[in-house]
């Protein structure tokens, strides 16, 4: 049931810290400040590349990965959709890892494309949220997530709790490394379970998010920009906001304004920028500067910070709470859901069964 919920969307964005907290517990282990992967004789250790497949919001789950996998395990990545990967004649190494990310676990690219990996002699890592899916009973490494059934044809506890069992999987593959620095590792471990909370931060921002929705709804084209693992977020929210709202939108890397789609720029177009703080934040912010040199209205999502160093001019701002950069992904994907979710209410779609979009996608 949806609760005392409007939609199942909402009550399962609501959802998120808890069942990040349930995700979470299965894969840290809180008295030696550890992060454990559920398959300990996994060799991780061993692993030279991994190549990541999903589609959609998961494939999004999945981006951030590589960037999280390269950053601290230093270990290349190899990701794209299922539906190219399959017939790219992709080249893998032989017993190399392919990581497969789903919520249902039967997505028919993403499954043809696991089947065909191992065909290629990969060993088979699925993150899945249904425990009883094809994916899940093919899997050499099982991970699953905890979100509990997601109803919403949007997805959004199961992309947080992929974030959380990816995040987990980075820092042992960091450790099967040695990469991380002394002392990192358990500061990551630390801000994890400290996610849940900071997830319950993200959702108070809920009432800023929906007093400025009617001013989004009523725009033709929306722009989303993030740099790092903020570009997957942008992304995700351009895909989230047209896949309930109808209303056109992008997600670009924020150094790629320049080289194209800033001809797009106009007041009529709002920028979502999303610039959680790090090294590059500034970079961010000087895209950012561009668009509102040419009259863009820019809605700055970032922590209180980067508010106050990048906040003025703003069409609006919706505070983050300040976070590990590893954390930073599950946190900032709340105000990109909630933004699309009172966007798409403000404009009155159906927004837990939009239009031509089914919850699982069985076909090729
Ligand atoms: C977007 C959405 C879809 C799914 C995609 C993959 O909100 O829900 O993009 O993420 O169809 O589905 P799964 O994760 O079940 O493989």
Known sequence: SKGNHRHFMLKEIYEQPIVVAQTLRSYLQRMDDRVTLPIPDFDLGAIRRVTIVA????????????????????????????????????????????????????????????????????????????????????????????????????????????????????????????????????????????????LNAALAQDGAIEAMAHTIAAARDVLYLGRGTDYPLALEG??????????????YAAGEMKHGPIALIDDAVPVIVIASSGPLFDKTVSNMQEVQARGGKVVLISDDEGIAAAGEGCLATIAMPKVHPLIAPLVYAIPVQLLAYHVAVAKGTDVDQPRNLAKSVTVE
């Open 238 to 251: 351009a895909l989230k906001l047209k896949e309930i709202s109808y209303i056109h939108a992008e997600g």
């Open 55 to 198: 589609c959609g919001t998961s494939f999004y789950a999945g981006m951030v990965a590589k960037y999280w996998f390269e950053q601290f395990a230093r270990v290349p990545v190899d990701l794209d959709v299922a539906s190219e990967f399959r017939y790219r004649a992709p080249v893998m190494e032989e017993g190399g890892l392919a990581l497969f990310i789903s919520q249902s676990g039967e997505t028919a690219d993403t499954l043809a494309a696991l089947r065909h990996a191992r065909s290629e002699g990969q060993r088979i890592a699925v993150v899945v949220n249904v425990p009883t899916s094809t994916m899940a009973r093919e899997a050499d490494l099982l991970l699953p997530t905890h979100a509990g059934p997601e109803i919403g044809v949007a997805s959004t506890k199961a992309f947080t709790c992929q974030l959380a069992v990816l995040a987990a999987l980075a820092v042992n593959l960091a450790r099967a490394k040695a990469t991380l620095a002394e002392g990192e590792e358990s500061e990551i471990v630390r801000q994890l379970a400290e996610a849940p909370a900071a």
